[in-house]
């Protein structure tokens, strides 16, 4: 283990859980993007008033931070690549947007950033993007935004974690690969929460695989954590 201060410490255990969960994900085809835009964890270290913003993307996540946006009374722009919410219900998740669109967020659809350039004063930013029609013709075209807030999804945080050289398996996206019973390919090495891939990214749903796990591992029970018909909640204005 390493310290903030650089100091090394050596810790020994039977077993090992790995839950350090998922990071906002910062798109790499865009330059110097973590030095003009935040994410959502950022928004809420904001000190000042965010300004106009552009919220880049369409999860419950990019909705929710728009919304609540919205309700503090700032001038919020929704970036949507392809659809509103994917992986819900299209036609809930469309009324969804159209109340947004409706209340006053703005929306841009079928398009993506393609290069930010903060202007010369102030905390102004240009933003370059891509829109892609029907037809399939495309435009670029330019807005000037105050705060760019990135919300195109979130990655496992098990970079630093030197997994490769004890022997645990992970898949191509950085996730550990567990069996069901949260074990990694290491006996004593143990996986739960947003880390492990084909999970849930449900915080609830970490915290009872966790209990479980506990008393798998500390009582003599056989119980499994069960993640069919686990209901989720969207926290956006409707």
Known sequence: ?????????????????????????????????????????????KQQKPGKTLVVGASYIGLECAGFLHGLGIDVTVMVRSIFLRGFDQQLANKIGDHMKKIGVKVI??????????????????????????????????????????????SADTELLGLKEVGVKTAANGKIICSEDDKTSVDNIYAIGDVVEGRLELTPTAIMAGRLLALRLFSASKILANYIYVPTTVFTPL
């Open 1 to 45: 283990m390493k310290a903030a201060d650089g100091t090394v410490e050596v810790v020994t255990a039977d077993n090992i859980l790995i839950a350090t969960g998922g990071r906002p994900t910062f798109p790499p085809e865009i330059p110097n993007l973590r030095e003009v835009a935040i994410s959502s964890d950022d928004i809420f270290w």
């Open 109 to 154: 659809h079928n398009s993506v950033p393609t290069k930010i350039t903060k202007k010369a004063e102030g905390d102004w930013k240009t933003v370059e993007y891509k829109t892609i029609a029907e037809d399939k013709t495309e435009t670029v075209n330019e807005e000037d935004f105050e705060t760019i807030l990135i919300a195109v999804g979130r």
